[in-house]
């Protein structure tokens, strides 16, 4: 049994940095493939970024690739998303997710954080 917290959400001017994270409770957490989601208002649901539960697989969206990454810290049992060059249209409620076995982009995970806003400024 895994519960999702996410914190780091608020406002940041485009172009700026915001970092993310989930936090989770449960011994079983490095069991777990973790990811990121967002939906803006209007839109459905978006696959932003997933690891798997050792850290070792990675896949990140098109959208966000080459600005957003993706990280675990088991040890602390948070992942994180650290987002650079934030673009107004990265303007969402981002939730975490957690699954068990390998990472998935669709939205078949077992267990979601309540969510997160994040607002970029143009």
């Known amino acids: 049994q895994v519960q999702l917290v996410e914190s780091g959400g608020g406002v940041v001017q485009a172009g700026g940095s915001l970092r993310l994270s989930c936090a989770a409770s449960g011994r079983t957490f490095s069991s777990y493939s973790m990811g990121w989601f967002r939906q803006a208002p209007g839109k459905e649901r978006e696959f932003v970024a997933a690891?798997?539960?050792?850290?070792?697989?990675?896949y990140d969206a098109d959208s966000v690739k080459g600005r957003f990454t993706i990280s675990r810290d088991n040890a602390k049992n948070t992942m994180y998303l650290q987002m650079n060059s934030l673009k107004p249209e990265d303007t969402a409620v981002y939730y975490c997710a957690a699954r068990r076995g390998a990472l998935r982009s669709d939205s078949s995970y077992d267990y979601w954080g309540q969510g997160t806003q994040v607002t970029v400024s143009s």
């Open positions: 690891i798997s539960w050792s850290g070792g697989s990675i």
